[in-house]
């Protein structure tokens, strides 16, 4: 392993052409041509989606501190999966306001500040997007739910303990969590 400080020219890859296989609502796949460090051609298969936002919120009870989660299908999984609310953040919407934004649509409550705990690919060796993970505290009930028409979502308080208990279980399996979960703890988050 080189040292950190080492240029890393020797290891990158340079695309020489792309192109389109397949495009749907959300996400496209192209085919990329590219060329390695000692001048070999390859293929790869890349996904382009938008850029997510996921949004931690926390909320004090009288058992102490939960997280607001939603409840919905995975199609993928094909079962139910626990959650922090989260979505495609929309072109042109900063990630801090698509965090806020979808809180309130699955959820119908609203935070009193909304702050970044870090970004990071969901699987860099395929896809192109980045996901953008931000603690809400001060939350409060504010409305309804203001949920897509192909969107089935509940929600629900979840004590911490459970939840840090039961990640990688079901229903917690969805890996995206597993990860805004860790930047909650590496910022000094508990699970008490």
């Not at 298969?45 to 501190?65: C, F, M, N, Q, S």
């Not at 997007?129 to 949920?147: C, D, I, K, Y």
């Not at 079901?170 to 969590?177: D, F, G, K, R």
Request: overall charge negative; aromatic content about 8%.
């Amino acid at each position: 392993m080189k040292d950190k400080q080492t240029n890393d020219a020797h290891l990158r890859w340079e695309e020489i052409s792309s192109s389109e296989a397949y495009r749907c609502r959300v996400f496209s796949v192209r085919d990329s041509r590219s060329r390695s460090p000692d001048g070999r051609e390859s293929s790869f298969t890349i996904i382009d989606a938008p850029d997510w936002a996921i949004v931690i919120p926390l909320v004090k009870t009288e058992v102490g501190e939960s997280f607001l989660m939603v409840r919905q299908w995975r199609h993928g999984e094909g079962n139910m999966s626990l959650e922090f609310p989260g979505g495609v953040i929309e072109e042109g919407e900063e990630p801090g306001k698509a965090a806020e934004r979808e809180l309130i649509e699955e959820t119908g409550w609203k935070a009193e500040t909304i702050e970044p705990l870090g970004s990071f690919n969901p699987n860099p060796a395929i896809m192109s997007n980045r996901v953008h993970v931000f603690l809400a505290m001060g939350t409060m009930r504010s409305g309804e739910q203001e949920l897509d028409d192909d969107e089935y979502v509940d929600f629900e308080l979840v004590p911490k303990k459970a939840v840090l208990a039961g990640m990688g279980r079901a229903p917690y399996v969805h890996a995206l969590m597993a990860s805004a979960l860790v930047l909650y703890l590496r910022l000094g988050g508990s699970g008490e």
